[in-house]
């Protein structure tokens, strides 16, 4: 079965910098869509960066010149870098894949396998 591992998150002062690493397993890495997506406390779920399986990326306008998505398929994980964080970059970031979509949907709904999340703080 498909299982997505997240971690590197952690406490990082404004202006710092964390990478994120989400190790896949259970199906053909990079033959789909991934991303990253994070929620804040009473906030929804939103995107903030994606890649596409010929290795296309988009980002979230909030985060586009500070984050940087990335993979290695020989270690079949996926990366965030993330840099410059600011206070409202705070919240659970989880990896997910969109399987079956070689190109990345715009919708959060596609997404159909999620890991457990790994805690970013900013303070």
């Known amino acids: 079965h498909v299982q997505l591992v997240e971690s590197g998150g952690g406490l990082v002062q404004p202006g710092g910098s964390l990478r994120l690493s989400c190790a896949a397993s259970?199906?053909?890495?990079?033959?789909?869509?991934m991303g990253w997506f994070r929620q804040a406390p009473g906030k929804e779920r939103e995107g903030v960066a994606a890649?596409?399986?010929?290795?296309?990326?988009s980002y979230a306008d909030s985060v586009k010149g500070r984050f940087t998505i990335s993979q290695d398929n020989a270690k079949n994980t996926l990366y965030l870098q993330m840099n410059n964080l600011k206070a409202e970059d705070a919240a659970i970031y989880y990896c997910?894949?969109?399987?079956?979509?070689?190109?990345?949907?715009?919708?959060?709904?596609?997404?159909?396998?999620w890991g457990q999340g790994t805690q970013v703080t900013v303070s």
């Open positions: 259970g199906y053909t890495y990079s033959s789909y869509c």
């Open positions: 890649i596409d399986s010929d290795g296309s990326t």
């Open positions: 997910a894949v969109a399987g079956g979509w070689t190109s990345c949907p715009n919708n959060l709904v596609y997404f159909n396998e």
